[in-house]
């Protein structure tokens, strides 16, 4: 295992920096991963959220403000929390009111990686990152789709996921209460990054990273205490978990592209697997 390897996590604390894109009735804070990118904006009523031609799906998580969004010759009425999958083209999202819009893209999404405030981080490629390939296309053909997330609760887990063919989202449930220090989740994946990107509540990430040959270029354990709305970038081999703190109620959501073969083959796992089906060598 060489230094190269081992990347530093990247974070951003929305409600203390500025927007990287604003415009009429938005303000939009940018984040990317080597094959992801995160948008989030606050909007007012009436903003217009627009892409002229995206290469490929993106995912619109709705926290708290409804939207209309067009794409494809259609037009969905999205109700706060729910989440969509936006078919390639031109498309545009339509808040209807105040509050907060998700938008995750792929990287092929390059204005948006080019502005994103970690950019720089990605110079180089990201080597140590598996490449971006897409999965099948769904039967269906691609179109506007909506999932309201309190329709899509199990009893036996506090997971809620989504893919498309370049992203897979874990919207988890909300917590209201700190999570039980007795029962964190430290593990590492080994050639795909995480992004975490906290829309309520304080969190604290936990992070350790593995030693390598080079003792020069070890890396000193993080403990990351970050409000909400925040994004954190977990790179490949560090180990991490988080727990939320405090009294307030809390949210986070994982973002990982492209999808994730270990959650897919777990059955029923992924809220919408009969539409997006897997590789046929898995």
Same mark, same amino acid.
């Given at each position: 295992?060489?230094?190269?390897?081992?990347?530093?996590?990247?974070y951003?604390?929305h409600?203390d920096?500025?927007?990287?894109?604003?415009a009429?009735?938005s303000?939009?804070?940018i984040?990317?991963?080597a094959?992801?990118?995160v948008? *989030?904006?606050?909007?007012? @009523?009436g903003?217009?959220?627009a %892409?002229?031609d +995206? /290469?490929?799906e &993106?995912m619109?998580?709705? !926290?708290?403000?409804?939207?209309?969004?067009?794409?494809g010759?259609?037009?969905?009425?999205?109700?706060?929390e729910?989440?969509?999958?936006v078919?390639?083209?031109?498309?545009a999202?339509?808040?209807?009111?105040?509050?907060?819009i998700?938008r *995750?893209f792929?990287k092929? @999404?390059?204005?948006?990686?080019? %502005?994103?405030? +970690? /950019?720089?981080? &990605?110079?180089?490629?990201? !080597?140590?990152?598996?490449?971006?390939?897409d999965w099948?296309?769904?039967p269906?053909?691609?179109?506007?789709r909506n999932?309201r997330?309190?329709?899509?609760q199990?009893?036996?887990?506090?997971?809620?996921l989504?893919?498309?063919?370049?992203?897979?989202?874990?919207?988890?449930l909300?917590?209201t209460?700190? %999570?039980?220090?007795r029962?964190?989740s430290?593990?590492?994946?080994d050639?795909?990054?995480q992004?975490?990107?906290?829309?309520?509540?304080d969190?604290?990430?936990?992070?350790r990273?593995?030693?390598?040959?080079d003792k020069?270029q070890?890396r000193e354990?993080e403990?990351?205490?970050?409000?909400s709305?925040?994004?954190l970038?977990?790179?490949?081999k560090?180990i991490?978990?988080? %727990?939320n703190?405090?009294?307030k109620q809390s949210?986070?959501?994982?973002?990982f592209?492209?999808p994730r073969?270990?959650?897919?083959k777990?059955?029923?796992?992924v809220?919408?697997?009969?539409?997006?089906?897997?590789?046929?060598a898995?």
């Amino acid at each position: 295992m060489s230094s190269a390897q081992i990347r530093p996590a990247t974070y951003a604390s929305h409600y203390d920096t500025p927007p990287q894109l604003t415009a009429d009735g938005s303000r939009t804070w940018i984040t990317r991963g080597a094959n992801f990118v995160v948008a *989030v904006s606050e909007v007012t @009523a009436g903003a217009v959220l627009a %892409r002229d031609d +995206n /290469a490929d799906e &993106y995912m619109v998580l709705l !926290p708290d403000a409804g939207a209309e969004i067009r794409a494809g010759g259609a037009a969905i009425d999205a109700a706060a929390e729910s989440l969509s999958i936006v078919p390639p083209g031109r498309s545009a999202v339509v808040a209807k009111n105040a509050g907060q819009i998700v938008r *995750v893209f792929s990287k092929r @999404a390059e204005d948006l990686a080019e %502005r994103a405030e +970690n /950019a720089a981080a &990605y110079a180089d490629g990201a !080597p140590d990152v598996a490449p971006l390939v897409d999965w099948p296309a769904p039967p269906g053909g691609f179109r506007l789709r909506n999932y309201r997330l309190a329709e899509h609760q199990r009893a036996d887990a506090n997971m809620r996921l989504f893919r498309s063919t370049n992203l897979m989202i874990n919207v988890l449930l909300k917590r209201t209460a700190p %999570r039980d220090v007795r029962k964190l989740s430290p593990h590492a994946h080994d050639d795909f990054e995480q992004g975490s990107l906290v829309l309520e509540g304080d969190y604290v990430h936990h992070l350790r990273y593995p030693w390598i040959p080079d003792k020069s270029q070890w890396r000193e354990d993080e403990h990351i205490e970050i409000g909400s709305p925040s994004v954190l970038v977990i790179p490949p081999k560090v180990i991490h978990t988080s %727990r939320n703190v405090g009294d307030k109620q809390s949210w986070l959501i994982d973002i990982f592209s492209p999808p994730r073969i270990d959650f897919s083959k777990k059955p029923g796992l992924v809220v919408n697997a009969d539409e997006y089906p897997m590789p046929a060598a898995n």
